[in-house]
């Protein structure tokens, strides 16, 4: 079903069920915050929606720091029922592939239940963009609830999911529209599909041999500039490695997880100090083997979504597909 | 019950803890606001242990050794001064209270020196009153 | 031009055998973006270019390379940093040769980036001008504003540290090196903390990017991952962001050379680099002290004067009001 909102009834709407409900949307260059009238919709933002989903800190447990206590299970912390606006279509494509691995942890799953992702397709693909590549289709809106197209007096908007059309029931704001508009939307669509084609590089990245990849000697010299930061991973709307910590303050304990990156030599430190990534190309090599094999080879899909966030802001001028060509020619 | 600070004190071994010994087998009287932490040297103190002292809800900080020339390994005094010196300047820096972090030499027999300085302390940090700014608590800000 | 220079004399260095290896920079499809890279033969010279965004210190990857005969190009800033690593014991002397440049100084991604909303590419004259070529247009700017803020207070453009200098016309030592700390430091200390959560704590996401990026954190394993005691909070809460850039920026007092790449890599734009700076400020008026000139120096915590200040402290304090 669509619906069409003219361009100046957005911000009057969002304040609207900014009443009801909890709303976020992009609010700068950096990321989301909650509607307060400010909107940063020209580019996509520095960091994705992930982190409503898999947050900077989410509490599993609490318990009272003293000996013989037992703890108690929060398993999730009340999240109030809340509307994300403004979702570019590969970030919540992103989600879709977390979702992969997390479909059984609870706490994402609650916040997944509790949200409505409400996508908006961008006016044309950032210099570093290349979800397409991937295998996206920003116009089928996976993940989303409802996707907004930008047309020239506003947004034609395609409903997605019941939880999408359960929202725009009853908003006055939006009309239907008929068939034409509909028809418009295809129009774009087909039109995207047909210039932007899935990257041949995925397909002998399939049939690509696993261990000589792993083997291969292009690692090093193609690591060196990386600083094995985690910019990379922590900017990636499908990066998930996370890490469990225990808090104590006095008496008071939590435990807590938090993102974490494998590009980190703590991540994959054992506790006997044992440590099988502990040179920098390991770990360098981790991050791409398993977005573009491991991940690859057990769902069919690569763990990204070409959003262009580590091309655009790797301090080192790592460049994701000098790797994939790299993998993909071996 | 009105509220009393709570100060960590870095004592090194050799001197100041030696001179809060004396202060105490002499009955000088001074507010029951520290908590002494014994350490080898006033060297062996990093910003990491004072900030760490702050962060657990401490009010304030002393650190304490021996008098220049007198340090027992000759002259951790000296390069603790200097890096005291410039942990202050960055502290004050970024806005954090600078009484609430302090350094003193108190020698073996200054007994009387230790009270005072515990009293001076306790009375600066009344007057700024509990450390909110850089105290953790569990699920604060982010 | 530049660049020409440095391929030329690289090419030498690695037929003349004198080294195994050129540690340099070469450009990336991003237009201002460059990445360091390591050439192992002659033929392989062309890919080498002067960057005009260099950000990352190349002695941080230079550290990659122990035991190799390296050849590196180096600014002033990473002149530096090798003379403090070779302070340090990390690197040594006689496996390094140094290409010096008098430094014209870099330009500063975020800053170019924020100047028009599509660039194509970025045209750098290493003198007066860059011009920024977008889809439509090129708009002219003025090279100085355009220049990382490291450049801009930088007190040592030309390295200290070489095996050979190339000819070149670089930057003026800053006249006003500490313009941006003494802003700060003009606040009260309420607005100093504001300043500082504001701007350092609510924005850091803990990617430690800024620790990885310098040259001079080489910790095997730094503070932040100690587990016992954790002196660090893992997660993002303010406090525990304020201990790390704390302690960071104090474990490289008398250290930093103020290369800016910590601050070049934070994906946040924190100026970080403030913390930093006003330490070498403090350093240098207090112990006249200034890092990586000299690989025979001590370093500034390794030494001391017996009459260094300590005003600072609550004994002098007590004397001077005669209280003891
Ligand atoms: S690829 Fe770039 S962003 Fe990622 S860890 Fe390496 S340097 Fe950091
Ligand atoms: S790997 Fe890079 S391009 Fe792919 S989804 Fe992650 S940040 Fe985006
Ligand atoms: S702290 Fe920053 S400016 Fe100083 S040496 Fe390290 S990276 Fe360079
Ligand atoms: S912050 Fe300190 S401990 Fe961590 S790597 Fe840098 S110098 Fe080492
Ligand atoms: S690079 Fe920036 S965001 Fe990352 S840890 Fe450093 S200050 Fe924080
Ligand atoms: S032993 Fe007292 S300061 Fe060193």
């Not at chain 1, 083997?289 to 262009?308: R, S």
């Amino acid at each position: 079903m669509f619906y069409f909102l003219p361009r100046e009834a957005l911000k009057n709407w969002l304040s609207e069920i900014s009443k009801v409900h909890e709303v976020f949307v992009p609010v700068s260059p950096s990321g989301f915050g909650p509607y307060e009238g400010k909107l940063y919709l020209e580019k996509k933002t520095k960091l994705s929606a992930k982190e409503f989903f898999l947050p900077w800190r989410e509490v599993i447990l609490k318990f009272e720091a003293r000996p013989g206590a037992l703890p108690s299970p929060v398993f999730f912390e009340p999240v109030k029922e809340r509307i994300i606006f403004g979702v570019r279509p590969c970030d919540a494509k992103g989600l879709t592939l977390i979702e992969k691995v997390f479909g059984e942890d609870p706490f994402f799953q609650k916040r997944r239940e509790k949200t409505i992702l409400l996508g908006l397709l961008c006016k044309e693909p950032g210099r570093e963009c290349f979800g397409w590549a991937m295998g996206v289709n920003p116009f089928a809106g996976e993940g989303l609830d409802a996707l907004f197209l930008e047309q020239a007096e506003g947004y034609l908007v395609k409903l997605l999911s019941p939880k999408g059309e359960k929202l725009f029931k009853d908003q006055e704001a939006f009309e239907k529209v008929g068939e034409e508009a509909q028809n418009s939307f295809k129009k774009a669509e087909k039109e995207f599909l047909e210039k932007h084609p899935k990257a041949p590089a995925l397909e002998k990245l399939k049939e690509a041999d696993l261990l000589k990849l792993y083997e291969a000697d292009f690692w090093e010299g193609l690591a060196l500039p990386c600083l094995n930061c985690g910019i990379c991973t922590f900017l990636c709307p499908t990066c998930y490695c996370f890490d469990v910590q225990d808090e104590v303050v006095g008496l008071e304990g939590e435990r807590v997880r938090l993102p974490e990156a494998c590009m980190f030599e703590l991540y994959s430190r054992h506790a006997s100090g044992h440590n099988p990534r502990r040179s920098p190309v390991a770990r360098f090599r981790n991050r791409f083997m398993h977005k573009f094999k491991y991940f690859l080879d057990e769902y069919g899909e690569p763990l990204c979504v070409g959003c262009g966030r580590c091309n655009e802001e790797c301090p080192a001028g790592i460049n994701l597909w000098e790797v994939i060509r790299a993998m993909s020619t071996l | 019950m009105s509220w009393e600070p709570r100060i960590i004190a870095f004592l090194c071994n050799w001197c100041s803890y030696a001179g809060a010994d004396l202060a105490g087998v002499s009955r000088l009287r001074y507010p029951p606001t520290i908590r002494i932490v014994r350490v080898p040297c006033s060297s062996r103190v990093s910003p990491a242990m004072i900030l760490d002292a702050l962060k657990s809800g401490a009010d304030g900080v002393l650190v304490s050794g021996c008098h220049p020339g007198d340090c027992h390994y000759l002259t951790g005094n000296l390069f603790a001064r200097r890096r005291f010196f410039m942990l202050k300047k960055l502290l004050e820096f970024v806005g954090l209270e600078p009484e609430r972090v302090q350094f003193a030499w108190v020698s073996a027999s200054e007994g009387d020196v230790f009270a005072k300085v515990v009293s001076e302390l306790t009375e600066k940090i009344k007057l700024l009153g509990p450390n909110t700014r850089f105290r953790k608590i569990l699920g604060g800000k982010i | 031009m530049l660049t020409e220079k440095i391929r030329e004399i690289a090419k030498k260095l690695l037929e003349e055998g004198k080294i195994e290896a050129f540690l340099c920079y070469e450009g990336t499809s991003h237009p201002f973006r460059n990445r360091a890279v390591l050439v192992k033969s002659p033929e392989e010279v062309k890919k080498l270019l002067w960057p005009s965004f260099g950000v990352i210190n190349l002695a941080t990857p230079l550290q990659k390379l122990k035991g190799q005969k390296a050849g590196i190009l180096a600014t002033g800033c990473v002149s530096r940093a090798i003379v403090v690593l070779i302070q340090e014991g990390q690197l040594k002397r006689e496996d390094l040769f140094v290409v010096g440049v008098p430094c014209p100084g870099m330009l500063d991604p975020s800053k170019v980036r924020d100047k028009a909303p599509e660039i194509i590419d970025v045209i750098d004259d290493l003198k007066d001008e860059v011009l920024i070529v977008t889809p439509e247009d090129k708009i002219k700017f003025s090279r100085e504003e355009l220049l990382r803020n490291n450049c801009q207070e930088c007190r040592h453009p030309v390295p200290p540290l070489y095996d050979l200098l190339l000819d070149f016309s670089g930057r003026e030592k800053s006249p006003d090196p500490y313009r941006r700390v003494q802003e700060i430091e003009d606040l009260t200390l309420e607005e100093r903390w504001q300043w500082f959560e504001r701007e350092v704590l609510r924005r850091c996401f803990r990617c430690y990017a800024c620790r990885q990026a310098c040259p001079l954190c080489y910790c095997p394993t730094c503070f932040v991952d100690d587990s016992r005691p954790q002196w660090v909070g893992k997660t993002r809460d303010l406090i525990d962001t304020a201990l790390y850039h704390l302690v960071r920026a104090y474990h490289l007092a008398g250290r930093c050379v103020d290369c800016g790449s910590c601050e070049a890599a934070c994906p946040m734009d924190i100026p970080l680099r403030l913390l930093t700076k006003k330490l070498e400020k403090e350093a240098l008026l207090a112990f006249s002290f200034e890092a990586g000139l000299d690989p025979e120096a001590p370093l500034l915590f390794t030494s001391f004067d017996e009459n260094d200040p300590e005003d600072f402290m609550l004994t002098s304090e007590l004397k001077a009001s005669g209280k003891i």
